[in-house]
């Protein structure tokens, strides 16, 4: 008995001393995968509401017409192209005519990713939809304004109306007359055409009369019903003027040597009731404020409508918010459409600045 406990015993002694029997290899449980953080790009700022440049400095070129690729790639090409030849202005202005099926909100986002990718100062924007181009193919061409680094315009700059004829011959003579009656060079000239198959003749016709402008020709719309011409000019005055602002007779336009202009970009009304237009130009005079400018410094007012009952009514409401003796320069134009689908109406204004 006593035997039998301590073989036990001494059995148990050596089992307590030996590893316990392995068990089932132990797995590690997997490392949790840190999740991928969802990143969000800022979105790029908006172009501003106004700007205001030095009149002295002032510069106005046109980007060349392009049939390659579609809107957005025609925009990118364009604004390069006016880099390439702004010679490392700032620019303050660009306008873009907009032909085809696409989305012209496009063009002042596209204008603002790449302006803030360059670190440049963004410029203020105003986007129409015109009826055509004058090229196959081609879907924008943008005017842009900017102030370079030395002076441009010693004696200050003229602003000259739309000039209407019957057809875009007899506009340009008429703007080429009202230029040299001011004694100014003109520098840009735009011809609003109710059909492209005069812009050839009309091209050659403003080169033999402004050797030194850059000039552009849209088609307003894709379906006019009357057959007539518009075209509206910028000149650099050739002599030095007494006044800082003088209106040209019977709306001719205005020179101007105020050391600075503000321009804005393109506020649109939605709808075609008084209050919706009276917004609109609430829009622009805090626009103005923001350079320190008023309604009573307005100098150029463009309006552009889907039709011409509300752009009438639009440039009549002018008086009441600029002056009753107000006569600014300009052109009220009808066009194929603007950046919203619900706007009818959109209006621009450039003033002296402070």
Known sequence: MRRNIALLLGVSLFAWG???????????????????ETQT??????????????????AFHISPLSAKGLLTQQVHDALKALDRVNGGGTFVKLRAFVAGTGD????????AEDFSDKKMPLPAVTTVQVGALPMEGAQVVIESISAEKKTQNPNGLAFFSAQRASDARKAITQLATGATSAG????????????????EGARAAALA??????????????????????????????????????FLDAGLGVMVTRPKLVFTGAQMAFGDQEQALRLAYGRLGRALETMKASYADSLVMSVYSLNRTVADKAAALGPEFLGRSAHPAGSTQVVEGLPSLDATVAIELMAAGP
């Open 184 to 199: 100014a060079q003109i520098l840009e000239a735009t011809c609003f055409l109710s059909a492209l198959d005069e812009a």
């Open 18 to 36: 030996q590893a316990p029997p392995p068990g089932p290899p132990r797995i590690k449980p997997p490392k949790k995968e840190k999740e991928t």
């Open 41 to 58: 790009l800022p979105l790029p700022p908006e172009p501003p509401v106004a700007v205001i440049a030095e009149t002295g400095k002032l």
């Open 209 to 246: 009369a402004f050797p030194a402008a850059a000039v552009n020709f849209v088609q307003l719309t894709r379906l006019a019903v009357e057959r007539e011409a518009a075209c509206e000019g910028i000149g650099r005055l050739q002599q030095p003027r007494k006044a800082p602002v003088e």
């Open 104 to 111: 012209m909100r496009r063009v002042a986002t596209i204008v």
